[in-house]
T-cell receptor, first 113, second 117 residues
């Protein structure tokens, strides 16, 4: 069975500071990993995804994530957050060629001025 | 990315009535669509996988007679919440898979907020 754990329910960060969101997954085969962002009352926007190759993945809005197989992790980072980055962030895992995703519980990011 | 549209964006209905939510792929043909449910402040839970021209595959614990899914064309899947009750109030989101060159992710709709009163 596949599962995703996001240990941090809520993170508060100052504008301009760096941000790291943790994600650990459990999956029996090679995982497809995704990070999505959701603004209140909205759908999901894909930030980045990992299938294979370079373990450091660049995404939109200045986000990046690093896949570490030995730690079963896929943490999301941003060097300098903007107030518009305040949102809910979801890590998800799926099988190769199958987009039936298992989502983590999500991390709420609050950005303070 | 590809465009997936849900309609309506929000709906309020009376307890006991049925509500239909549409999920359309606007610029591609989606052989597979997925329906998720999201409770307030919680994550998304997969309800079912919808395959064009065949019966939907429901996840464990999801009542197939309660949540009717129809995927009659390559661009449209519908979720009908039958005899809705207040506990069915939730945010429903669909995603669709583009089997063409962009087949590296599922594209999400904007979601439908259902409130049953």
């Amino acid at each position: 069975a596949q599962s995703v754990t996001q240990p941090d329910i809520h993170i508060t960060v100052s504008e301009g500071a760096s941000l790291e969101l943790r994600c650990n997954y459990s999956y029996g085969a090679t995982p497809y990993l995704f990070w999505y962002v959701q603004s209140p009352g909205q759908g999901l926007q894909l930030l980045l995804k990992y299938f294979s190759g370079d373990t450091l993945v660049q995404g939109i809005k200045g986000f990046e994530a690093e896949f570490k197989r030995s730690q079963s992790s896929f943490n999301l980072r941003k060097p300098s957050v903007h107030w518009s980055d305040a949102a809910e962030y979801f890590c998800a895992v799926g099988a190769y060629n199958d987009y039936k995703l298992s989502f983590g519980a999500g991390t709420t990011v609050t950005v303070r001025a | 990315g590809a465009v997936v549209s849900q309609h309506p964006s929000w709906v309020i209905c009376k307890s006991g009535t049925s509500v239909k939510i549409e999920c359309r792929s606007l610029d591609f043909q989606a052989t597979t669509m997925f329906w998720y449910r999201q409770f307030p402040k919680q994550s998304l839970m997969l309800m079912a996988t919808s395959n064009e021209g065949s019966k939907a595959t429901y996840e464990q614990g999801v009542e197939k007679d309660k949540f009717l899914i129809n995927h009659a064309s390559l661009t449209l899947s519908t979720l009908t919440v039958t005899s809705a009750h207040p506990e069915d109030s939730s945010f429903y989101i669909c995603s669709a898979r583009d089997p063409g060159p962009r087949d590296t992710e599922a594209f999400f709709g904007q979601g439908t907020r259902l409130t049953v009163v």
